[in-house]
């Protein structure tokens, strides 16, 4: 689905810049813009020489049920000058996060989702009867340039269709409120967006774009993120591997500072999140970092704004993923070949057939020696097949084991206490321990060892699942 915008009277047709066969080069893109603070920003996003522009979200701060009053505040971004020159410059797309769709971390239960979308349609130049106002969501695609440099950006949805999110049962002030759900009915996409997402993928492009409104890699914080769901964030990444997607890098927004984020997910290419937030509500002062294994070098705080720079001149292009605070200065550069996102092109550690002793995984990547460094005492999310079960002589304790030999330095042993075993019990499972064995388990705990060994101590019955 790929469709050519008209953004209100001021589009620059006239120089080709929304031309869908124009090569694209430079791509801005940034996220939470609250309409009634200054926007000095503009003047450094224009600087940067955008030929597209992408908003990620949170483009306005609506936060109401009044169409009304969404459309003021619209018309307050629409009428400021910085982004009156920009829409002279160059194409703007973009999806929606939960301030612009209408309230504080809403999901399908906001009651006004349906007439918030034709608004946002409507402020962001949609013709009337373009199929978009009929489709349930603002999940959008584009392709950019000819084949032997074409830009594909697929604007993700993560609002229209997402499921409540599973509250935490103590919350600590400015930690956030949620925790992971492993509740296979829950949703982020919805089944006809997934439907189409496929669709998408497989058809051809050198780079590949996907912006999500919410981090996709990051999964320590507490906040909105896709490993608050993480059977959808699991189906995401099987559905790059299925399709065999190249040039696959993530643009998000959302959390107010900006990283870059990668993580090994098996595409036997390393899958880049690059986030962006806030165009004007970023963190004002230095804080000490969320946590984030997956944060390549720094967490930006400031007002900022990202760029995909992408030098088609070279045999082989590079791609530059930037940081930049809202003079324009970059803050943070990653410069990789575009070949690298190429599926085949390094052996990914989470591919089938990794040199790996244990058949577990931690956080996706495949459990050895380097990782129970890098993640004890971390909360984790492990699977693994237990391969024998077992409890001490008076019964209190139930083991889980991930190897025949208990004793193997990689063997990983989920330990159940009795509290923990009486409450799989009261869910109608008579006897915990033969229940798991022999089968594949999901333990979202923290990972610590006992006699120089891995375990992880199951805290409450929620926290283990079987694997379907």
């Keep these: 689905m790929v469709r050519r915008i008209a953004l209100l009277l001021f589009a620059a047709l006239a120089l080709g810049a929304d031309d869908p066969t124009t090569v694209r080069s430079r791509i801005v893109f940034g996220s939470c813009v609250h309409q009634d603070k200054p926007q000095p920003f503009w003047d450094a996003v224009i600087a940067a020489k955008p030929d597209l522009f992408i908003f990620a979200g949170d483009n306005i701060y609506g936060d109401t049920e009044d169409m009304d009053v969404l459309r003021a505040k619209y018309k307050k971004l629409g009428d400021e000058p910085g982004y009156q020159k920009l829409l002279k410059t160059c194409p703007v797309i973009a999806t929606w996060d939960d301030h612009d769709y209408g309230a504080n971390d809403a999901g399908a239960e906001y009651p006004k989702r349906a007439e918030s979308q034709q608004v946002f349609l409507d402020f962001f130049g949609f013709a009337k009867d373009d199929a978009l106002r009929s489709q349930k969501g603002v999940y959008q695609s584009y392709i950019y340039g000819p084949p032997e440099k074409s830009v594909q950006v697929i604007l993700l949805d993560t609002r229209y269709h997402r499921s409540p999110l599973r509250k935490k049962g103590k919350i600590v002030p400015n930690e956030g409120p949620f925790e992971a759900s492993f509740d296979k009915t829950t949703t982020i996409l919805g089944e006809e967006q997934w439907k189409w997402l496929g669709g998408e993928l497989k058809k051809p492009a050198k780079l590949r774009l996907i912006v999500s409104s919410i981090q996709v ?3 320590e914080h507490h906040w909105e993120k896709w490993a608050n769901l993480p059977h959808e964030r699991e189906r995401l990444f099987k559905l790059l591997q299925e399709t065999k997607a ?9 959390r107010h500072h900006a990283e870059l984020s990668v993580v090994d997910v098996g595409l036997s290419y390393p899958l880049f999140d690059l986030t962006s937030s806030g165009l004007n509500e970023g963190f004002k002062r230095w804080r000490f970092p969320e946590p984030n294994r997956s944060r390549v070098a720094a967490m930006f705080s400031g007002n900022n704004f990202g760029a995909v720079i992408i030098d088609w001149s070279q045999p082989d292009p590079t791609v530059r993923l930037q940081i930049r605070d809202d003079a324009g200065e970059i803050m943070q550069q990653e410069k990789i070949s575009l070949e690298l996102l190429k599926p085949g092109l390094m052996k990914s550690a989470g591919a089938a057939g990794a040199n790996v002793a244990s058949a577990a995984t931690i956080d996706g990547l495949p459990f050895d020696a380097e990782k129970l ?3 004890l005492d971390k909360e984790i999310t492990l699977e693994m097949p237990v391969v024998g079960a077992g409890s001490n002589k ?16 990689l063997n990983i042993t989920v330990v159940i206490n009795k509290k923990v075993a009486d409450q799989i019990k009261a869910g109608g499972i008579a006897d915990p321990k033969m229940h798991f064995n022999k089968k594949t388990i999901r333990v979202v705990g923290t990972l610590s060892t006992f006699q120089d060994r891995p375990q992880i101590m199951v805290a409450e019955a929620s926290k283990i699942t079987l694997k379907e």
Excluded: Y
Aim: proline share 0%; glycine share 10%; charged share 15%.
């Design 217 to 219: 890699l990051s999964q």
């Design 246 to 254: 190249e040039g696959v890098v993530i643009l998000s927004g959302d």
């Design 373 to 375: 460094k890098m993640f």
């Design 394 to 409: 008076t019964g209190s304790l139930i083991f889980l084991n991930s190897m025949n030999d208990r004793n193997n330095a």
